[in-house]
Nanobody, 122 residues
Framework: QVQLVERGGGLVQAGDSLRLSCAAS????????LGWFRQAPGKEREFVAT????????SYPPSVKGRFTISRDNAKSTVYLQMNSLKPEDTAVYHC???????????????WGQGTQVTVSS
């Protein structure tokens, strides 16, 4: 059973940067598509970023494109989310997820982390 643990959240000011990480235990993420999602209080879960199994393909929604970068290190079974130019509307709990087949915002994600809180003050 793969378990995902996110780290790196915190309280920052608008314009600051944060780097989230998500490490897997109990199995390797080498063949998995990986994604980051976020959920703010009272809002639906929102897709943030996704990366293919070999890191060659990535995708972002317009709300974060150009500010966020997803990357992965298969040797460490870890996926990262570099977040720059943070805005108050980026405040949410950020979750990583792993899809056994495929990748992308609509992939079936089999494993989810518990999440890490990101709070951006204005």
């Amino acid at each position: 059973q793969v378990q995902l643990v996110e780290r790196g959240g915190g309280l920052v000011q608008a314009g600051d940067s944060l780097r989230l990480s998500c490490a897997a235990s109990g199995g390797s993420l080498t063949s998995y598509g990986l994604g980051w999602f976020r959920q703010a209080p009272g809002k639906e879960r929102e897709f943030v970023a996704t990366i293919s199994w070999n890191g060659a393909l990535t995708s972002y929604p317009p709300s974060v494109k150009g500010r966020f970068t997803i990357s992965r290190d298969n040797a460490k079974s870890t996926v990262y989310l570099q977040m720059n130019s943070l805005k108050p509307e980026d405040t949410a709990v950020y979750h990583c997820a792993a899809a056994a087949t495929g990748w992308g915002r609509s992939a079936k994600y089999n494993y989810w982390g518990q999440g890490t809180q990101v709070t951006v003050s204005s």
